[in-house]
């Protein structure tokens, strides 16, 4: 059973950083698409930020040189380094795993993914 676990979330001064991180079990799916969507209150998913199974990464245009994605393959785990955080940054996090492309995913509204997990919440205060 492939399970996502996310951690790090928390709340934060408008400026701060946060680091996310996500243990996957379950699943070694180094040759595939993975990454972070967030969902803000009363709004849809959207995707943030992924990284492709041969390491190349996109990410969402409002997060470019705020936010750094990576994986660690040898300890099956997903990061998001966030930078810079603005209060509109406050969203749920969601770690995901299985999609199409990175380029894809980083500027869908809900966008697809096989595996999610069940988020964790970060909050940035003005």
């Known amino acids: 059973q492939v399970q996502l676990v996310e951690s790090g979330g928390g709340s934060v001064q408008s400026g701060g950083s946060l680091r996310l991180s996500c243990t996957i079990s379950?699943?070694?799916?180094?040759?595939?698409?993975m990454g972070w969507v967030r969902q803000a209150p009363g709004k849809e998913r959207e995707g943030v930020a992924a990284?492709?199974?041969?390491?190349?990464?996109s990410y969402r245009d409002s997060v470019k040189g705020r936010f750094t994605i990576s994986r660690d393959r040898a300890k099956n785990t997903l990061s998001l380094q966030m930078n810079s955080l603005k209060p509109e940054d406050t969203a749920m996090y969601y770690c995901?795993?299985?999609?199409?492309?990175?380029?894809?995913?980083?500027?869908?509204?809900?966008?697809?993914?096989?595996?999610w997990g069940k988020g964790t919440q970060v909050t940035v205060s003005s």
């Open positions: 995901a795993a299985v999609c199409a492309s990175s380029w894809i995913v980083v500027e869908a509204i809900n966008p697809v993914f096989e595996y």
């Open positions: 379950g699943y070694n799916g180094e040759t595939q698409c």
């Open positions: 990284i492709d199974g041969d390491g190349s990464t």
